[in-house]
């Protein structure tokens, strides 16, 4: 989600520079993932001189507010007669839902409509004033595009998922769509334009589709980096996306100058993904201004039906919503107050309690996904809470696609989300047919265990627990792929390898009876560059040791092998653990990651 860290999309975590060019990034509003590491002035999107929508119904006056008006689903014309003779207008109408976006400047037209007969809730969507774009929206500026020069290292985020050996299997359909429900996303990045999909894309900003040509565009810089996880092209340039053979659209639901994700702009986002055939989409923000919508407010009762009914509704279309988790390093199974609410005037500390939901990443069916630092650790910023995280992914330092041709690193669970929703569409494009719920079912299968640390707010088993959820996703499962046959155990951390020092990566094997096998295999993947310091040995329990590496290789970079040990006179179960000593100096690095098969 753009931040929840600094203002909101899930809010975002920026940190690092562009590719060309040092910028630093802020978080949008509602964002469910950036937070700014660095200092960094307020992002300004850019607009263009305003072009007039396809048609418009009203014409701006102050005072005016937007409002859900929840009825059966169908045509309900004298509903919509009732908002006129009450002072108001339809903005637009999602009768197969039944829900009306009404605008009016009454401020006693909420109260009247409750009374009429056939409508069943009504809520104010926002504590300010519809801004006067809404009835001539401007387009969002197309920005000069950067030239990227050659080159597409595999990253840390992609390697921990194993998604660069998901990618010798399948790099993604290009029959499978995913939304990126976001600030929108630069279609004319090098990066990025490849695999979009225009034809599905569109602004839902202010509350109804806007499909005007680049009405989709980025008004930020949350939705393009986000757009780059999930599936930036596999073409040489820059980065690669987790799956960078499918399809993406921009479903631009941010509204320009706030940058706020209000409830009327999610609905019309989930509408459009369920009509539109989108197998999958990606959600890092939070629905504003409410970062907790309590069922006991009218208003935030109305806005909890309208998203559940809209996010049902593309679920029953065949799509799956992944969303990020939020920001704020907060107990989601555990509230019990709120200080960011509304975000779109002053907020004001109210007591909550687990009845609020955060929306869309509380709706039930939807993946919510939690921040991994480095390694398979719990990110600093990310939310948590037993029953509430269904996975994790890599959150911290992401470098992907930004407006302009550029690159940045940032940081949020904004940026774990697209990483969950882009192992969602390679396993859709694994299995043609696929329903949401068989995927949310794959995804938490193919999910690797993480324990609790050594921290009392981590509640739960290995297998399920509030920080972790199943754990974090894994791409090769993902597409079918599985680890060698036998007992499999695997340690994803990340242990720095300093000049003449020495450190230990543990692996505790369970539920393993006897004595280990004669070919125990032992999977080893160490980053350095001058492998020739190093020696790699293998711990057994009783502390025996086996010798795997011995200061071979002279200056070659990096270890990625497989060893043989005949380790059947130990015993199997225990702590095992590969040691790494660095002996000259010069030239580090750290173990990624290790595994042994029984």
């Known amino acids: 989600m753009i931040p929840h860290i600094s203002s909101r999309p899930r809010r975002t975590l920026v940190l690092a520079a562009t590719l060309g060019a040092a910028l630093a990034f802020g978080a949008p509003s509602a964002l469910a993932g950036t937070l700014p590491v660095v200092p960094a002035a307020p992002f300004a999107a850019a607009k263009a001189p305003a072009a007039a929508p396809a048609s418009q119904s009203a014409t701006w006056a102050a005072g005016t507010r937007a409002y859900l008006v929840i009825t059966a689903p169908g045509d309900n014309p004298s509903v919509r007669a009732a908002v006129a003779a009450n002072g108001g207008t339809v903005f637009s109408d999602y009768a197969a839902i039944g829900v009306i976006v009404a605008h009016s400047a009454s401020a006693n037209f909420a109260g009247a409509m409750r009374g009429v007969t056939?409508?069943?809730?009504?809520?104010?969507?926002?504590?300010?004033d519809?801004?006067?774009?809404?009835?001539?929206?401007?387009?969002?500026?197309?920005?000069?595009?950067?030239?990227?020069?050659?080159?597409?290292?595999?990253?840390?985020?992609?390697?921990?998922?194993?998604?660069?050996?998901?990618?010798?299997?399948?790099?993604?359909?290009?029959?499978?769509?995913?939304?990126?429900?976001?600030?929108?996303v630069d279609d004319q990045h090098q990066d990025l334009a490849p695999n979009f999909?225009?034809?599905?894309?569109?602004?839902?900003?202010?509350?109804?589709?806007?499909?005007?040509a680049g009405a989709w565009r980025d008004v930020g810089n949350h939705g393009t980096h986000v757009a780059g996880t999930v599936a930036a092209a596999k073409n040489g340039k820059g980065v690669v996306g987790v799956a960078p053979g499918v399809k993406i659209s921009s479903v631009r639901i941010a509204e320009p100058g706030s940058s706020l994700f209000f409830p009327e702009n999610t609905i019309c986002g989930f509408m459009w993904s369920g009509d539109h055939g989108f197998k999958v989409t990606n959600n890092s923000y939070y629905t504003?201004?409410?970062?907790?919508?309590?069922?006991?407010?009218?208003?935030?009762?109305?806005?909890?039906?309208?998203?559940?009914?809209?996010?049902?509704?593309?679920?029953?279309?065949?799509?799956l919503q992944v969303a990020a988790a939020g920001n704020e390093n907060y107990d989601l199974a555990n509230k019990t107050v709120d200080t960011a609410s509304p975000n779109d005037s002053t907020p004001v500390t109210r007591t909550i309690t687990n009845a609020c939901l955060d929306i869309p990443t509380e709706l039930p069916g939807v993946v919510t996904v939690a921040a991994n630092g480095e390694g398979t650790t719990k990110a600093s910023f990310s939310n948590f809470g037993r029953g509430i995280i269904d996975v994790s992914a890599p959150g911290s330092n992401v470098y992907s696609t930004v407006p302009g041709g550029k690159y940045a690193s940032m940081s949020g669970t904004s940026m774990a989300s697209p990483h969950v929703a882009g192992v969602a569409a390679l396993i859709a494009s694994t299995n043609p047919g696929i329903t949401p719920a068989q995927i949310r079912e794959k995804l938490a299968l193919q999910a690797n265990d993480i324990a609790c640390p050594s921290d009392s707010r981590c509640t739960?088993?290995?297998?399920?627990?509030?920080?972790?959820?199943?754990?974090?996703?894994?791409?090769?499962?993902?597409?079918?792929?599985t680890p060698p046959p036998g007992r499999f155990f695997e340690n994803l951390g990340d242990f720095a390898i300093g000049d003449h020092t020495t450190v230990e990566s543990p692996i505790t094997v369970t539920g393993v009876t006897g004595n280990a096998p004669a070919t125990l295999k032992v999977g080893v993947k160490i980053v350095h560059t001058y492998i020739g310091d190093l020696k790699v040995d293998l711990i057994a329990p009783d502390g025996s040791i086996y010798t795997l590496h011995n200061r071979a290789g002279g200056s070659a970079d990096?270890?990625?092998?497989?060893?043989?040990?005949?380790?059947?006179?130990?015993?199997?179960?225990?702590?095992?653990?590969?040691?790494?000593?660095?002996?000259?100096?010069?030239?580090?690095?750290?173990?990624?990651?290790?595994?042994?098969?029984f």
């Open 197 to 212: 999909n225009a034809a599905d894309s569109v602004s839902c900003a202010y509350g109804k589709p806007d499909t005007r």
């Open 558 to 597: 990096n270890i990625d092998t497989v060893y043989t040990v005949n380790a059947s006179s130990e015993a199997a179960a225990g702590t095992w653990k590969l040691r790494v000593n660095d002996n000259y100096r010069g030239d580090t690095g750290r173990i990624d990651a290790w595994n042994l098969t």
């Open 288 to 319: 504003d201004p409410w970062q907790f919508n309590c069922p006991d407010n009218a208003d935030q009762a109305a806005i909890i039906e309208g998203v559940r009914r809209a996010q049902e509704y593309a679920e029953r279309k065949g799509s």
């Open 460 to 481: 739960g088993t290995t297998a399920n627990n509030g920080f972790f959820g199943e754990g974090q996703v894994d791409a090769l499962k993902a597409v079918g792929a």
């Open 118 to 128: 056939g409508v069943q809730q009504v809520g104010a969507t926002r504590t300010s």
């Open 130 to 184: 519809v801004p006067a774009d809404a009835y001539n929206p401007a387009l969002p500026a197309n920005p000069s595009q950067s030239t990227t020069p050659t080159g597409e290292p595999v990253r840390a985020d992609m390697s921990q998922i194993k998604a660069d050996q998901a990618w010798a299997v399948t790099t993604g359909s290009a029959s499978v769509k995913v939304g990126i429900l976001d600030t929108g």
